[in-house]
């Protein structure tokens, strides 16, 4: 049975850096797109960042571009989000995801989902 597994998130200041990590288990992790998703109370889940299996293009929403990058270590079924230069906006409940490549930023397209990890960012 697919398992993801966030892990990494906390709370930082304005500026600060967090790594998310999500582990996978259970399905063959190099042959999914995987995605880093957020939600925010009272807001729906957004997209945040995609990288593709077969050639490992990113994509990342334009509201994190130049501060978040996602990356994956296919040895380690890991994907990571390095998040730099952290906004109170920042703050959310982020899903890492699993899906067919070219899943992106469509979150109906991603088969599996991890519980979460919660990101604050204090001003």
């Known amino acids: 049975q697919a398992q993801l597994v966030e892990s990494g998130g906390g709370l930082v200041q304005a500026g600060g850096s967090l790594r998310l990590s999500c582990a996978a288990s259970g399905l063959t992790f190099s042959t999914y797109t995987m995605g880093w998703f957020r939600q925010a109370p009272g807001k729906e889940r957004e997209f945040v960042a995609s990288i593709n299996w077969s050639d490992s293009a990113t994509y990342h929403a334009d509201a994190v571009k130049g501060r978040f990058t996602i990356s994956r270590d296919n040895a380690k079924n890991t994907v990571y989000l390095q998040m730099n230069s952290l906004k109170p906006e920042d703050s959310a409940v982020y899903y890492c995801?699993?899906?067919?490549?070219?899943?992106?930023?469509?979150?109906?397209?991603?088969?599996?989902w991890g519980q979460g990890t919660q990101v604050t960012v204090s001003s």
């Open positions: 995801g699993a899906g067919p490549h070219g899943a992106t930023v469509r979150q109906a397209l991603y088969d599996y």
